[in-house]
């Protein structure tokens, strides 16, 4: 399950939730969907079931050094060491499930690491062969404390053996293991290792690991489409013709009541995601380039015109920007905002009864007529909850399952046609 929050909280928070922390509400939240969908997995079955959330405070490490970001520093090292020291810094321990997280090689350093080791370095005669008394080299360096995976390796210049002659070792190479074995290479031999940063290779993939998931679990508050990650994370799952409807999980804790529902669909009004927040000012360039990689969000460049004021001088200065045109995103994620949103009330409070239905579920519709979703309008007046809630016998189960038969004949067509407005073809996959 990937969890998709905000961290701090939002404007007047505190008036409506006095005394309880926003943490302490989500981490309400949280444990509530966990036990929903534990519910759900659970089935009919007796057997206790588990599942793992992807948190990102959790899963994304701090950074290595301040430069450490995709927009800035990339690799750190080299570092020269010997094979038994480049084991010892390997993590068993923190390398994830899954087989194709083997060719990972993580390194876990707790502490800055001082090194001071000597070698000797290959040095040859006049007939070609290496010097029987070699020079020693001390080697010496400091890496500082943080999570690593091995990104590329080579083999030093060294005595006994002919470096050039050994092919290097790169990421997507398979187990360093295996490059090792095949040549031969013992603990005493030495080794010139680059390193990658865990939390860079995390933030650079994020819309992979996104899409690894089977559920993606949203917390939601009413300032969610105000943060850029959380928008974007939320765009590339929702676009993904993968995944369904069944698979976004709202948790609307925060929303069960008319004033902070009304919170959330002014946040859906007001998308803006070119102007959305950051923590890192960093993030803004990233996560604008990903959008315009995979959605139809391109590059424009406005031209304004600086009118002198005070200076009496002819003419003016032009002045030409460059924006990312996020309309296509605003679009899609009001549209897919509107809908999860409507979803959950429906499943979780609109059935009730026929005055629920009107008070949970008519700002929604009102939204569709406000932002020009018509034939969205008219697909979700056209489902009476509380109606269709009588006719299951009021079965909450046999209710929620005819309600996902139905949305995916009447609802997920729209859905599909709203993700072909928005993703390029051919670029974001699974």
Excluded at 75 to 100: H, N, Q, R, Y
Excluded at 252 to 268: A, F, N
Excluded at 275 to 297: G, S, W
Excluded at 380 to 403: P, Q, S
Aim: charged share 25%.
């Amino acid at each position: 399950f990937f969890l998709c929050h905000v961290w701090g909280e939002p404007l007047g928070y505190g008036e409506l939730y006095p005394g309880n922390p926003y943490a302490s509400i989500k981490a309400w939240q949280v444990e509530t969907a966990a036990r929903r969908l534990s519910r759900k997995r659970l089935g009919a079955s007796t057997q206790f079931n588990t599942f793992k959330l992807w948190v990102d405070k959790s899963c994304t490490p701090p950074p290595v050094s301040a430069d450490d970001h995709p927009t800035g520093r990339t690799t750190f090292g080299p570092f020269k060491m010997t094979v038994k020291t480049l084991w010892s810094l390997i993590a068993s321990d923190a390398v994830a499930d899954g087989a194709e997280q083997q060719d990972f090689a993580f390194l876990r350093i707790d502490q800055n690491r001082e090194h001071d080791e000597t070698m000797r370095v290959l040095e040859l005669d006049a007939f070609g062969e290496p010097n029987m008394n070699p020079t020693e080299h001390r080697i010496q360096w400091t890496m500082a404390a943080g999570w690593y995976f091995l990104h590329e390796a080579t083999v030093a210049d060294q005595h006994g053996l002919h470096y050039e002659s050994y092919p290097p070792y790169v990421l997507g190479d398979g187990p360093v293991e295996g490059w090792l074995s095949k040549n031969e290479l013992r603990d005493q031999h030495w080794v010139v290792v680059t390193l990658g940063s865990v939390r860079n290779y995390t933030l650079s993939v994020l819309e992979h690991v996104v899409l690894h998931h089977k559920t993606f679990l949203m917390l939601a508050s009413f300032h969610f489409f105000t943060r850029l990650w959380p928008a974007f994370e939320l765009a590339v799952f929702a676009s993904s013709e993968s995944k369904g409807l069944g698979d976004i999980d709202l948790c609307t804790d925060l929303l069960l009541q008319p004033g902070t529902l009304r919170k959330y669909v002014e946040d859906l009004r007001k998308i803006d995601c070119y102007h959305c927040q950051v923590t890192d000012e960093r993030d803004r360039d990233l996560l604008l380039a990903k959008i315009r990689k995979y959605f139809k969000c391109d590059t424009q460049h406005p031209v304004t015109y600086d009118m002198p004021v005070r200076e009496p001088r002819f003419g003016c200065d032009k002045v030409v920007g460059t924006v990312t045109d996020c309309t296509a995103l605003d679009r899609f994620l009001r549209f897919i905002g509107i809908v999860i949103g409507w979803r959950a009330m429906v499943l979780q409070r609109a059935y009730q009864s026929k005055e629920e239905e009107q008070q949970w579920t008519e700002p929604f519709v009102n939204l569709c007529v406000e932002l020009g979703f018509v034939p969205l309008k008219d697909v979700l007046l056209g489902f009476k909850a509380h109606g269709r809630f009588l006719a299951a016998d009021r079965d909450v189960h046999r209710f929620t399952a005819e309600f996902e038969d139905w949305a995916a004949d009447d609802l997920m067509p729209l859905v599909t046609a709203e993700r072909r407005l928005l993703v390029r073809p051919g670029v974001l996959q699974t």
